[in-house]
Nanobody
Framework: VQLQASGGGLVQPGGSLSLSCAAS????????MGWYRQAPGKQRELVAY???????NYADSVKGRFTISRDNAKNTVYLQMNSLKPEDTAVYYC?????????????WGQGTLVTVSS
């Protein structure tokens, strides 16, 4: 199973970016998909996740600014980030909780860098 993330880059404060992450490989189904981030010198933290039933959960710091969504047919999760702040600068990692060979497994993408700076 591989998670391929894309969409990071440099953006000015107040700007927007969209991330996507596609899961590929052999698995039965995906439960939740999510995005985490890790800023320099800090621990990795949850940004948002979305379940197979499209329930969502967001970190307080991004509520109202970020929107997570998924396309089950494409096994892809998206993160629309608006009103970006310098403190959103981090490496963003996608995560998938899925069923594979009768077991529940968890996978991480390779990370994509988001830099918010003027």
């Amino acid at each position: 199973v591989q998670l391929q993330a894309s969409g990071g880059g440099l953006v000015q404060p107040g700007g927007s970016l969209s991330l996507s992450c596609a899961a590929s490989g052999s698995f039965f189904s995906i439960n939740a998909m999510g995005w985490y981030r890790q800023a320099p010198g800090k621990q990795r933290e949850l940004v948002a996740y979305i379940t197979s039933g499209v329930s969502t959960n967001y970190a307080d710091s991004v509520k109202g600014r970020f929107t997570i969504s998924r396309d089950n047919a494409k096994n892809t999760v998206y993160l629309q980030m608006n009103s970006l702040k310098p403190e959103d600068t981090a490496v963003y990692y996608c995560n998938a909780d899925l069923w594979r060979r009768g077991r529940r497994e968890n996978y991480w993408g390779q990370g994509t860098l988001v830099t918010v700076s003027s």
